[in-house]
């Protein structure tokens, strides 16, 4: 078994986001990983970016005073872009947790979008905060309390706003016997990612 990407101990490794877009496109998942196209950013990247690094800083001064009350409403917890790694000895999962409390009893994911859109983060394929669960499992000995998602709407088309809208915070499901699950479906993943990587290599 084998991966494009290599730590600096020579361990494989992946991410959500590589895995999320290995199972969408297979060739758009070349180009990135192994390629190493650099990733075009657009509006929408770059809003999510603006109203993330917000929340990191607590500093909201970039964006309108109707803004800043909905970002003012979203729970910021005590630390921001927490490693995370999931070890399964021939390889790891890494992540970045937005925000946690300092004994990980807490974990929160930020997400921007369109109105109605959210739907995506409570979809059996989103995994994103189970897998940082399934880490801090792993990593303290025990699971998170609360995995969630909030939402932050955005609004307009050319010019992104953030919506006069309270957040909407998407409880994640992660229970131990889920958590057991999810471990088995990312070691899976390992295994798709890794035998076409070969294929194509050969």
């Not at 399964?88 to 921007?112: L, R």
């Amino acid at each position: 078994m084998q991966l494009p990407n290599v730590n600096k101990n020579g361990k494989p490794y992946l991410s959500w986001s590589s895995i999320e877009l290995f199972y969408k496109n297979t060739d758009e998942w070349w180009s990135r990983y192994v390629d190493k196209k650099p990733f075009v950013p657009n509006k929408w990247t770059d809003f999510g970016s603006k109203v993330g690094q917000a929340l990191e800083t607590g500093n909201f001064e970039n964006f309108e005073p109707i803004e800043q009350m909905t970002l003012n409403k979203v729970q910021r917890l005590d630390n921001f872009e927490e490693r995370v790694v999931l070890d399964f000895g021939d390889f790891e999962i890494v992540g970045f947790v937005d925000s946690a409390n300092n004994d990980f009893s807490h974990i929160i994911d930020y997400k921007t979008g369109g109105q109605g859109k959210e739907d995506k983060y409570i979809q059996p394929s989103y995994l994103q905060m189970h897998l940082y669960a399934c880490a801090i499992r792993q990593m303290y000995g025990y699971a998170p309390n609360f995995a969630e998602v909030h939402y932050i709407t955005r609004t307009g088309k050319n010019d992104l706003k953030v919506a006069y809208k309270s957040p909407i915070v998407l409880q994640m499901d992660i229970r131990e016997g889920v958590l057991d699950k999810v471990e088995d479906v990312m070691f899976k993943a390992f295994q798709d990612i890794s035998e076409y990587y070969l294929s194509r290599l050969n």
